[in-house]
């Protein structure tokens, strides 16, 4: 899924969007600063936004166990599913909630941990320039209808500050190894509320060959 070019905006105008961007930091999403982050390379700039899902405990919604994770606070006996997450040191840029509040844990100017060993269009190691969007779901099932809104919402302001020029799940840069955020994630829904963006590819739709490809191996 391709953005638009980006528009010169007046900035004002921004502000009264009520999405400001200070030093890569969304002021509409409620900040969560996790640790797990760290400088993008020399010259990378944004120009790819991963799609994600996550869930924890595994299809249970709305408690703190997210946030916990992101910022290495998960107790491994909160539950049994947290045992072989605790100790990850992981994260994304943002999540969107169930009903669509968006959290932000590193700013978009810096790293987050999100995609781990990737590849898209012949080239790996896509964290370095990619922002990470997790959704709250778990991967087969379906995403509410506040999240399409909020993800285009997101998008949107992403590829007005970004040279954000695609959006792809982490089942495309990472084939065989994820799958989020699975069946579930309708991409022309989200083509739709991105007010005719074009899907290139339409990743729920492509076949595992074409994907392989466009992703270099």
């Known amino acids: ?9 007046h900035p004002r105008r921004d502000c009264l969007e009520a999405a400001c961007w200070r030093q890569g930091w969304l002021s509409t999403a409620r900040a969560v600063p996790s640790p797990n982050h760290g400088p993008r390379p020399a010259g990378a700039e944004v120009r790819l936004a991963v799609l994600h899902s996550i869930s924890l405990p595994p299809g249970r919604y709305g408690g703190p166990a997210i946030e ?3 910022t290495n606070r998960l107790d491994p006996a909160g539950h049994p599913a947290f045992a072989e997450v605790a100790a990850l040191r992981v994260s994304a840029h943002f999540l969107i909630r169930r009903d669509g509040q968006v959290l932000q844990f590193v700013s978009v100017a810096d790293r987050a941990w999100h995609a781990g060993a990737s590849r898209w269009r012949g080239v790996a190691n896509r964290n370095d320039d990619s922002v990470g969007i997790e959704l709250e779901g778990l991967e087969g099932r379906r995403f509410t209808a506040a999240q399409y809104r909020r993800a285009a919402w997101l998008l ?6 970004w040279p954000v020029t695609e959006v792809v799940g982490h089942e495309h840069i990472a084939p065989g190894r994820k799958r989020d955020p699975g ?4 991409w022309p829904r989200l083509a739709r509320r991105l007010g005719g963006m074009p899907l290139q590819p339409t990743p729920a739709r492509a076949t ?5 490809a466009l992703a270099g191996d």
Do not use: E
């Not at 069946?183 to 309708?186: H, N, S």
């Open 1 to 9: 899924m391709k953005c638009r070019q980006r528009r010169r905006r």
């Open 156 to 161: 949107r302001r992403l590829c007005g500050a």
């Open 208 to 212: 595992a060959s074409a994907l392989r």
């Open 183 to 186: 069946p579930g994630w309708r």
């Open 68 to 70: 916990q994770l992101f």
